[in-house]
């Protein structure tokens, strides 16, 4: 896979950094989430070549957590609109086109965004639907080191991380 043409990694967080599962209370409220503290140096590693935006439908704590790793890039997924048009979005701010877009999802919901993108890599247990349409399969699972993955795939491809 040649990655010579990635500048924007778009990934979400839940599923990826996180392994998906929130404590909740009675009320549906989200207590905490368990974070990848790994995926966070991969990331900073990462971030002098490339910009990272993370997309997640829960903003209070995930923006939080963003904050405090040094993580400046992050999009709330609202709930009127699509992840595409997020993208689509996240396109025009940053001027790139799909082939500069590296996408990294882990639920049904990621499927168009897949289609979006030119390089698409999605976690070991993602669904088979997923699997089906990415371009990479990492053999981790969401919340185990996802980003660390990546940083190893765009290492080995990329001549300006070998130095």
Known sequence: MDF????????????VITNGLDAVDTM?????????NKDFEAINLLKPFFTFVFLSSDSAISY?????????????????????????????RY??????????????????????SEISIVPRDAPIELK???SIIADVSGGAGVICYVYNLLK????QLNS
């Open 28 to 36: 549906s409220n989200v207590l905490f989430k368990n974070y990848c």
């Open 156 to 159: 080995t491809n990329k001549s």
């Open 4 to 15: 010579k043409n990635t500048q924007i990694v778009i990934s979400e967080i839940d599923g």
């Open 132 to 134: 089906h349409r990415t």
């Open 64 to 92: 939080g957590v963003m904050r405090s790793k040094n993580i400046p890039s992050y999009f709330t997924k609202y709930r009127t609109d699509s992840k595409v048009a997020l993208i689509n979005k996240i396109i025009n």
């Open 95 to 116: 001027n790139v086109t799909p082939e500069n877009i590296l996408y990294i999802g882990s639920k049904l919901s990621d499927l168009p965004c897949m289609d979006v």
